[in-house]
């Protein structure tokens, strides 16, 4: 599986921005995708999830209420949609997608909010 996200810039608090990931390669047996991010001089952190059905999405208590992921089924993109950013939300956002019990990452995208 590889994946490619885009979408990342800087941008004012209180703005928004959408990442985007795509998908390819052998996605068949996909279960879940994801975003983590890596604030600097932080450890990486889960942001959100879907399942590969889109069925169900999973939300850090951090951007809960402000970010909403979404997948778009033909073309194997998952997206997050950032809305009211603020600067702590500054950090390279990764990627991420489950098979089986082996995770897959994408190169990451630098998000940065200036206050």
């Known amino acids: 599986v590889q994946l490619q996200a885009s979408g990342g810039g800087l941008v004012q608090a209180g703005g928004s921005l959408r990442l985007s990931c795509v998908a390819s390669?052998?996605?068949?047996?996909?279960?879940?995708m994801g975003w983590f991010r890596q604030p600097p001089g932080k450890e990486r952190e889960f942001v959100a999830a879907i399942t590969w059905s889109g069925s169900r999405t999973y939300y850090a208590d951090s951007v809960q209420g402000r970010f909403t992921i979404s997948r778009e089924y033909g073309r194997n993109t998952a997206y997050l949609q950032m809305s009211t950013l603020k600067p702590e939300d500054t950090a390279v956002y990764y990627c991420n997608a489950r098979l089986g019990s082996r995770a897959y990452w994408g190169q990451g995208t630098l998000v940065t909010v200036s206050s």
């Open positions: 390669g052998r996605t068949f047996g996909i279960v879940l």
